[in-house]
């Protein structure tokens, strides 16, 4: 996940439109390497504009900077899996000699790993592993950890608050094994609060909708009993509020997960708790340099391993109302605090020193 959100800047637009150029061919680089290796970069969807604005340009600049000669092949599957399986073959019978997936399915991916380590192609699972085919090496934030943190800032927010009720947790998607690890780390915080779970759900390809749904649901069904809601990501947070706004009910506090641009605006506003700042750059450039590795005939070493798999995990941030201002204002931040300080937010922006 990332600091970056939904924001049309420029040189970020920019970038994401020569990553996508790379998709019919890929872009070489101007950097220092010499190889002329290609690499495959498969991204799971376009729900999240995560993918074209920031991971993918991201990736490409830092293997331009590495390799003057090397080329990224960029492709998205509109999550669907065997879209993701046709473009892994396609990348293949290109003559890869690495693949960046982040997978749709990762159940389904272990057969992409699975063909690619058969031609002598090392795969690294990206920001969602791949559990049931050990890859040959894992970069993400820690997701486990991200779960840990936004439970527990919520639960310690209830408990200062003094309030009552219980709890909804709204997962992630059932075929994204990092969701399962954000979920394990809702569950360790949640479990022992105190707090009574009232209902919980594993959303369908991260769909808002079918979060808005089931929480509209629960609020009928838990009417006055909804102290707080762990929601895994943005999509699923901001599905969450528009649920107790459509049904004209107090907002609890709410988590997110990514600092999506809505989401900062939100978390500004008061109608979301918390999110997490996931700067991409950090995940982007460790891929880069870890395919970069492969690409050379190297076999880097983890830093720590998960699922059997050599592993990078970097640890995020918890960003609330009380520390917002600070992570805006930290150089290299993705989204611009003129982005965020709309004339909607222009009267908070100014309460938190934004303005």
């Not at 790993?113 to 085919?133: E, M």
């Not at 641009?261 to 460790?286: C, E, F, H, M, W």
Request: charged content about 20%; proline content about 6%; hydrophobic content about 40%.
């Amino acid at each position: 996940m990332r600091r970056f959100g939904v924001v049309a800047v420029a040189g970020l637009v920019a970038l994401a439109s020569a990553a996508c150029g790379a998709d019919e061919g890929g872009a070489g680089g101007t950097g220092g390497g010499s190889s002329d290796a290609k690499i495959a970069f498969l991204m799971p969807d376009i729900a999240s504009t995560r993918y074209e604005l920031f991971d993918a340009p991201l990736f490409t600049a830092k293997m331009k900077e590495l390799c003057s000669g090397c080329t990224v092949l960029y492709q998205n599957a509109a999550a669907d899996p065997a879209k993701q399986q046709q473009q892994a073959n396609s990348m293949l019978a290109q003559g890869v000699k690495a693949i960046v997936i982040d997978p749709v399915d990762s159940a389904a991916a272990a057969s992409i790993v699975q063909t690619a380590q058969s031609q002598g192609v090392p795969v690294i699972a990206y920001d969602r592993p791949i559990p049931d085919k050990k890859a040959d090496y894992y970069i993400s934030f820690d997701n486990e950890k991200i779960g840990q943190l936004i439970a527990q800032s919520l639960v310690d927010h209830l408990k200062q608050t003094k309030a009552t009720g219980g709890i909804l947790q709204v997962n992630g998607s059932p075929t994204d094994a990092a969701a399962g690890l954000i979920k394990k780390g809702i569950h360790s915080a949640v479990d022992p609060s105190g707090y009574k779970l009232l209902a919980e759900f594993d959303t369908p390809g991260w769909q808002p909708p079918k979060a808005q749904e089931w929480v509209s649901g629960q609020i009928t069904r838990f009417p006055n009993q909804i102290a707080g809601v762990v929601a895994a990501n943005d999509g699923t947070g901001g599905a969450t509020i528009a649920a107790f706004k459509a049904a004209g009910a107090k907002v609890p506090p709410v988590t997110g997960n990514d600092a999506e641009l809505a989401a900062l605006q939100r978390v500004i506003s008061g109608d979301q708790y918390n999110t997490i700042s996931k700067p991409i750059k950090i995940v982007a450039d460790a891929a880069a340099v870890v395919a970069h590795e492969f690409a050379q005939g190297n076999k880097p070493e983890g830093k720590t391993t998960l699922f059997d798999t050599p592993s990078e995990l970097f640890t995020p941030t918890v960003v609330t109302r009380e520390n917002i201002a600070e992570i805006l204002k930290e150089p290299g931040f993705a989204v611009k605090i003129a982005d965020i300080c709309t004339a909607e937010y222009k009267a908070d922006c100014a309460e938190l020193g934004l303005s």
